[in-house]
């Protein structure tokens, strides 16, 4: 059995959840591992991130999400609302700020020590839901889903930009 890993960056735009389209990065990682058959298992290392598997959708709205992105947003919010207040949320705790504030990059997670960067307890609750993985089929060398099938990855985490690492395992013969 062979096992080929990609890594792939992403940048996500913060203010609303950003959704990319994957797939393209999925499909070339394919390829390039030789692999015919097998399985491609898809991570998001992010603890406010998913991957999800879904139907490409041609309608957008004005921010540039797919119909059934902005309609996923909207039941989402109904069940977790959008952290927009200390009191919310239990998380993060006032040790959590603590140990953040500790850090020796603590700038990345606080810029200009603002605790509300850290006001996120929605993000992590949306991407617990959702999960970190999708396992696919490899087939005859090729991503074995239905002409209308997409692979998302999407950061929940609105307090700010960021780059994002997605891993990418192909393992078969």
């Known amino acids: 059995m062979t096992v080929y890993k ?9 203010t ?7 797939t393209p990065q999925v499909k070339e990682a394919i ?3 030789g692999i015919k058959s097998g399985t491609c298992t898809v991570i998001s290392p992010h603890t406010t991130c998913s ?3 879904e139907e490409f959708v041609h309608d957008y709205n004005e921010a540039g999400d797919e119909f059934l992105q902005e309609d996923l947003n909207n039941v989402l919010e109904k069940i977790i609302p959008n952290q927009d207040s200390k009191d919310l949320y239990i998380y993060p705790g006032e040790k959590h ?3 953040v504030e500790a850090w020796p990059n603590a700038a990345e997670y606080l810029p200009d020590g603002d ?4 006001w996120n307890c929605d993000a992590h609750l949306k991407a617990t839901l959702l999960g970190s993985s999708q396992v696919f089929d490899v087939e005859d060398g090729k991503l074995g889903v239905g002409s209308t099938g997409y692979v998302y990855f999407v ?3 609105r307090t700010r930009a960021r780059t994002r690492k997605c891993k ?3 393992m078969g013969e």
């Open 97 to 99: 700020y603590e140990a």
């Open 31 to 33: 390829k390039n591992s």
């Open 51 to 53: 991957v999800f598997f």
């Open 6 to 14: 990609e890594q792939i960056s992403l940048n996500s735009h913060g």
């Open 155 to 157: 950061d929940f985490d």
């Open 115 to 118: 605790r509300k960067a850290l």
């Open 168 to 170: 990418i395992i192909v």
């Open 16 to 22: 609303t959840p950003t959704y990319l389209d994957i």
